[in-house]
T-cell receptor, first 114, second 112 residues
């Protein structure tokens, strides 16, 4: 039943490690997003893929690398984790184009870097 | 660059009172505007989406209005209940973009 799912839900790791977060949507959407919610609860776009092609790449350190193996999946890999990467990462999806384009969000992955 | 502001940042009301949450945005060339609800430690639940050509949307006790020319949207929640306690986020999609630009949210507490 889950429309947009993310794994893991919680991730605790040490500085310098490399980690990945996975996202899957079963809505048949063609566009997927990664957003970051910082400690002040402010949500900001990081990346977006449309039909497996990168269409949005905000000012994000190149330690962050998204990968979209197919339209239903968008993974986020983070190299050399830093304390400031601690945040909640949300995946979202929508059907782009001239339609309603409502975005649906996953439950979030809380990343804690120690 | 689109800037989205939500006022007030926090709101506490007694049960039964109507809630009025405000959202303003700087660039009126929007495609749509979404209101979300976020419970502590949880994801975002979409409440209402208003297309740029619409003036309002309603769902149950929720009503959202949009005045694109003045860059404002208001979310009304009628007859508030303790279960309405959450953070409400306003997000705007610009006309030539896919991403959502979010406000910082309004945290609502409804006292029983």
């Amino acid at each position: 039943d889950t429309a947009v799912s993310q794994t893991p839900k919680y991730l605790v790791t040490q500085m310098g490690n490399d980690k990945s977060i996975k996202c899957e949507q079963n809505l048949g959407h063609d566009t997927m997003y990664w957003y970051k919610q910082d400690s002040k609860k402010f949500l900001k776009i990081m990346f977006s893929y449309n039909n497996k092609e990168l269409i949005i790449n905000e000012t994000v350190p190149n330690r962050f690398s998204p990968k979209s193996p197919d339209k239903a999946h968008l993974n986020l890999h983070i190299n050399s984790l830093e304390l400031g990467d601690s945040a909640v990462y949300f995946c979202a999806s929508s059907q782009a184009g001239t339609g309603i384009n409502e975005q649906y969000f996953g439950p979030g992955t809380r990343l804690t870097v120690t | 660059k689109q800037e989205v502001t939500q006022i007030p940042a926090a709101l506490s009301v007694p049960e039964g009172e109507n809630l009025v949450l405000n959202c303003s945005f700087t660039d009126s060339a929007i495609y749509n505007l979404q209101w979300f609800r976020q419970d502590p430690g949880k994801g975002l639940t979409s409440l209402l989406l208003i297309q740029s050509s619409q003036r309002e949307q309603t769902s149950g006790r929720l009503n959202a209005s949009l005045d694109k020319s003045s860059g404002r949207s208001t979310l009304y929640i009628a007859a508030s209940q303790p279960g309405d306690s959450a953070t409400y986020l306003c997000a705007v999609r610009d006309y030539n973009d896919y991403k959502l630009s979010f406000g910082a949210g309004t945290t609502v507490t409804v006292r029983a």
